[in-house]
């Protein structure tokens, strides 16, 4: 019986895996993870991240557009209210490993009575996805709650299926938390996530290789690990 008491782990990777590869990180702030306030906004931001070439000229944002805007919608409907696009941008980065990059951030409301719904913006045509469109600096404010998914496995390389959902969930003060119930909306999670990959395995256990909880300081910060088997190659 796992302790979740103190931090921890149990579960064993398979030897030469390499971390940090595929998965998700995946915050949350404290004030976003109950009910939300009425009348107040919030905002939830996908990012999706995919290796790209060393050089290459990448132009095919629409998919990844596509999939942080699924992500972030459906982050959206899961906090309940209204939302819209409140920020947006797409690009490509990196010197080691180059990746191509699409986020959205949704703002969600309760409106209170009389309260005015913002239109947000506009979702980018065909064409606006063919080139880059990086927001200047500090144009997405920070969000509330945030969905990095990342795939930076390299394809020369045989391609393992063992996906990490990092969780990472601010709280006013660790002290004399236990590690429970953040374990379990970590693998809530990614759970779902499990379903994004892979629809068809809507409904069925989570095939978990290994978990780990511990705390981060400064802010405090609970952070669970979740390697699962998604027994698939994306």
């Known amino acids: 019986m796992a302790d979740f008491s103190q931090p921890g782990s149990e579960g064993q990777l398979p030897e030469g895996f390499e971390d940090w ?22 905002s939830t931001m996908a990012m999706v991240r995919r290796r790209i070439a060393r050089g290459e000229e990448f132009h095919d944002f629409a998919e990844l557009y596509g999939r942080a805007a ?6 959206a409907a ?15 980065f990196g010197e080691k490993v180059p990746f191509a990059y699409a986020a ?20 980018p045509s065909a064409s606006d996805l063919a080139q880059p469109n990086l927001p200047p600096r500090g144009a997405i404010a920070q969000p509330g709650e945030v969905y990095n998914d990342f795939d930076f496995r390299d394809p020369a390389q045989p391609l393992s299926t063992i996906c990490l959902f990092s969780y990472g969930e601010m709280v006013a003060s660790h002290r004399r938390l236990p590690f429970e119930p953040f374990v379990e909306r970590a693998e809530r999670l990614a759970e ?3 379903d994004l990959l892979d629809p068809g395995s809507a409904g069925k256990p989570v095939a978990i290789v290994r978990r780990e909880w511990m705390w981060a300081t400064n802010p405090d910060v609970a952070v669970v690990h ?9």
């Open 21 to 42: 590869r595929w998965g998700v990180v995946y915050t949350v702030h404290g004030d976003m993870r109950g009910s939300l306030e009425r009348g107040r906004e919030y």
């Open 70 to 75: 699924r992500i972030a919608a459906a982050r």
């Open 104 to 123: 959205v951030r949704r703002g969600v409301l309760h409106p209170s009575e009389g309260q005015e719904v913002p239109a947000g913006l506009e979702t």
């Open 78 to 92: 899961a906090w309940g209210g209204l939302s819209w696009i409140a920020g947006h941008g797409w690009g490509a």
């Open 226 to 234: 979740v390697y699962f088997d998604a027994g698939m190659v994306t």
């Open 192 to 194: 779902a996530h499990r």
